[in-house]
């Protein structure tokens, strides 16, 4: 399973890069808006950064204005996957981008029949928010899983993009049901490290080898 930064943060980015196996990275307009910076500027560093894809969301909600800023997005970096909105205006320019090589990622996913629509237009990623789904009630886990049969069904190569990643136990989760990557914030990759049992068995060997030396 690939695994993105979920961040517009630069020295998360930094930080993380170290690390080796960050695949790719995904913003939102909320992530920006963090950064206090203008949305080109930020995306255009982080290409510089991580060598992979990078989702770079447009603000419009009408299929010409999604064109419109989707076509210079593009341009910043041959990585950027342009992130439209599950809506029809947002399938209409998947199906736009599909047909000029251009990468798109179709967030605010919430259904098995929304990812079937965004793979039908060639979507590059479908991204299924299972944490919010999971704050209503709901088993974002499951979504994950029946787009995972849908997609392998029909053969469509759209990737599964797990998103809205909260913890990481949906991270093993996603990784069993199949997603092909999860996003998530640098809070959870870190997580993702540790062991209660990996530090009582470093601090043993520690006082081992230290007694060891008297
Ligand atoms: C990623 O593509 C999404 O924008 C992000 O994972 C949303 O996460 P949230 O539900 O924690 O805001």
Redesign the pocket.
Known sequence: MEIFL?TGLIDEIKEAAKWGFIDGV???P??IAQTKRPQAEVIQEICSIIDGPI?A?VNASDYEGMINEGDVLAKIHENITI?LPMTEDGIRACKYFSEKNVKT?I?LIFSPNQALLAAKNGATYV?P?I??LDDIGHDGMALIDEIRTIFDNYGYTTKI?A????HSTHVRDAALVGADVA???YGVVKKLFTHPLTDKGLAQFAADYKSSKK
């Open positions: 979920d995904t913003t939102n909320s992530l989702s969301e992130k990622n967030t991204s928010f944490g919010r993009l998103a809205s990643v909260r996003t998530m914030p």
